[in-house]
């Protein structure tokens, strides 16, 4: 089945640890995303990839990394300079029409707790 | 930012009631996009609209796009209890999308 899967569903990490996120989908999508969503709040964007081997940088960059070394692949790390890096993380990716247009298709996330 | 602001915060309807919800932006987008997340998943995109487009229907949602206020609608018809989720505008660009914090809809049986 085509879509987007995310890992670990749940992430447990200790203070001044890196982890890192896994984004990978079969979709043949060009662009992917990374959200952060904080408790009864919306969507915040974190680094985005138009095409293998680019990204951008999103409203709230400070403290993560990213890769785009494959289509299929968008992996985030959570660096320790991310101040509060607690919160549910959400990849997402999207095909691009002629009009630049095109849903966003999301996985089910990953919910990072630093204890 | 162009974000999206949803208004409700929160909408409590009976099942069978029509649940309106809105969502204002910033500046100019190409084209906005309705999604819906039940709680701890990830967001299933609903409808788009883009911004020459004035009116859309998909089953029974109803989207609006107002480019001159800035401004969108949602309306979900004859709702059920499987409608109860959050629900999000995203405006966009050619590149980017911006959520707001949602609409907390509960619909009860």
Known sequence: DGGITQSPKYLFRKEGQNVTLSCEQNLNHDAMYWYRQDPGQGLRLIYYSQIVNDFQKGDIAEGYSVSREKKESFPLTVTSAQKNPTAFYLCASRTKDRTNTGELFFGEGSRLTVL | ?109
Not at chain 2, 4 to 24: F, K, R, V, W
Not at chain 2, 27 to 34: A, F, R, Y
Not at chain 2, 68 to 80: D, E, G, M, N
Request: hydrophobic share 30%.
């Open chain 2, 1 to 109: 930012s162009q974000q999206g602001e949803e208004d409700p915060q929160a909408l409590s309807i009976q099942e069978g009631e029509n649940a309106t919800m809105n969502c204002s932006y910033k500046t100019s987008i190409n084209n906005l996009q309705w999604y819906r997340q039940n709680s701890g998943r990830g967001l299933v995109h609903l409808i788009l609209i883009r911004s020459n487009e004035r009116e859309k229907h998909s089953g029974r949602l109803r989207v609006t796009l107002d480019t001159s206020k800035k401004s969108s609608s949602l309306l979900i018809t004859a709702s059920r209890a499987a409608d109860t989720a959050s629900y999000f505008c995203a405006p966009g660009d050619f590149n980017k999308f911006y959520f707001g914090s949602g609409t907390k809809l509960n619909v009860k049986p």
